[in-house]
């Protein structure tokens, strides 16, 4: 068979900083990002300008369509796990994105909802899968990989820019059919990326079945009709946002059962280790509630209370710099992070993963200080600096940096193989959280009177920041606190 003319020692013995599957994986991931953000860029903007929804009813959409994505990473990364393994897995989300994709470009309007959910139950299948590939074309121990992963989330931010910035410019100048069309041929690309590279792969991501299973091709496709039964209860849930709320109060906890239940059949050693990836699961929780305000609060007080001036030489859109900066400050800063953590590792003085998500708190609560401090750089009628914001974007990027792409690496050293697939789902499942509690708390900064002034508009949001700063910095406290506990729990794991 040509899969086995590779083998893993060779993948993971290779020379240099970065194996060369690595850049495989970064160009299938990087196109389906930009249909994802591609896609997640146009959805509150055409809910309120297409199909008429009210701008709260529409965030609330937008809120429980970005919760149930990340939820089914959970599901998604159950299915490789167990059945599918990794690249049918990614091979089954990528046609599903595609379809949902062409769904939306051949009428939008009337098939939203179901091109949507084509496109949530899709991402599930693809995006944890992928990442947990990444950290198979590592050995235990190599710590190469976290600058590896530094890489994987440049890739992540490219296709997040381009993506985001072009979809969105198609659908308002040219046309909406345009955009989402544009947004299945990027997919296809990806999908085609990964079909021509996956021999490369050697044995990574084949299915957990013996080739001899009986029953293995009919496990596959009960999972593959499952998932399409599954997309019209999928379109009545995320239809209803009181439905997500009934969903995300009972998926956590049974996921919760679900892992202790299979921690049972692993050794204390074993169970330890999930049990520090738990700790990081749930502090990344809070620290996505803060940092997705970028797509709720934060783009409103992007719209009412920003110039459009840049260090004073050039104008830009406030909410164009607020969906762009993030992206562009991470695929500049993850290289240079990923360097720099190679170089304190070679001196023997990495911080440890604990430390590094108690950095990314801080660095958090100081971004998010950033934002409420832009109340002193105000003119009369309520208008702040745009220099000031974006600053704020450059601070908090490197506390994602600390977070995010060391998260993705960790899962896969904390986990044993066969539960891989899991918990990097139960690590996308606490971005669904995230997601859904940002919602809430940029909600409850912007309670405020019809016809409130922009002077109270930034009153308001900015007082919402101060207290998002000040938890911020007690989590982070709190992490480090913790640290010589969790630093036990995941034993010889960095
Ligand atoms: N921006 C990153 C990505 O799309 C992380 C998203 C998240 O985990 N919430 O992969």
Redesign the pocket.
């Known amino acids: 068979m040509e899969n086995k003319a590779i083998t893993l020692e060779q993948i993971q013995n290779f020379e240099g900083k970065y194996p060369k599957q690595l850049w495989y994986l970064f160009l299938s991931e990087m196109w389906e ?1 930009f249909c994802f953000y591609g896609m997640r860029g146009m959805l509150t903007f055409f809910m309120v300008n297409q199909l008429m929804m009210k701008d709260d009813v529409a965030n609330l959409q937008y809120g429980a369509t970005q919760a149930f994505v ?1 939820a089914f990473t959970f599901i998604g990364g159950l299915f490789a796990d167990k059945i599918l393994g990794f690249r049918k897995s990614l091979f089954w989300g990528g046609l599903l994105m595609i379809a949902g994709s062409c769904i939306l470009a051949i009428d939008p309007k009337e098939f939203f909802f179901l091109g949507i959910s084509f496109n949530i139950i899709g991402t599930g299948f693809f995006k944890p899968n992928i990442s947990t590939m990444v950290g198979s074309l590592y050995k235990d121990g190599d710590n190469r990989r976290d600058a590896g992963f530094s890489l994987f989330y440049s890739g ?2 490219i296709g ?1 820019l381009l993506g985001g910035y072009a979809c969105i410019a198609i659908g308002k100048n040219y046309s909406w059919n345009l955009a989402f069309g544009f947004a299945a041929i990027v997919m296809t690309i990806s999908l085609l990326t990964f079909i021509f590279t996956q021999k490369k792969l050697g044995p990574i991501g084949l299915s957990p079945f013996k080739d001899d299973h009986k029953n293995r091709k009919w496990y596959e496709y009960a999972v593959y009709l499952g998932s399409l039964f599954i997309i019209p209860v999928i379109m009545t849930m995320v239809a209803k946002t009181q439905y997500t709320d009934w969903f995300m109060y009972t998926i956590g906890p049974a996921t919760l059962i679900y892992l202790f239940y299979e921690m049972t059949k692993y050794t204390w050693i074993e169970r330890k280790k999930l049990l520090a990836a738990l700790v990081f699961i749930i502090f990344s929780i809070l620290f ?1 509630a803060f940092f997705e305000q970028s797509g709720g609060s934060l783009s409103l007080f992007a719209a009412n209370n920003l110039n459009n001036q840049m260090l004073g030489v050039i104008s830009l859109d406030p909410n164009g710099v607020n969906n762009a900066a993030n992206s562009l400050f991470v695929i500049i800063f993850a290289p240079i992070v990923g360097i720099i953590w190679l170089w304190l590792s070679k001196r023997r003085i990495e911080p440890n993963t604990v430390v590094k998500f108690g950095l990314g708190f801080i660095f958090l609560s100081l971004s998010f200080y950033i934002f409420f401090a832009t109340v002193f750089f105000a003119n009369a009628q309520g208008i702040t600096s745009l220099d000031v914001f974006t600053l704020a974007y450059l601070v908090i990027t490197f506390g994602e940096l600390c977070l ?1 792409p060391i998260g993705l690496s960790i899962m896969t050293k904390l986990s044993p193989k066969p539960l891989q697939g899991v918990m990097m789902g139960m690590w ?1 499942l606490a ?1 669904a959280y ?1 997601q859904y509690v940002a919602g809430i708390l940029g909600a409850g900064m912007s309670k405020l009177n019809d016809g409130a002034t922009l002077n109270e508009k930034l009153k308001a949001y900015t007082a919402g920041y101060k207290q998002l700063a000040i938890y911020a910095l007690i989590a982070g406290v709190i992490l480090l606190l913790i640290s010589p506990l969790v630093k036990k729990l995941m034993q010889e794991v960095k």
């Open positions: 990002r990340y992540i931010n997040a996505w995010s996308f971005s995230g």
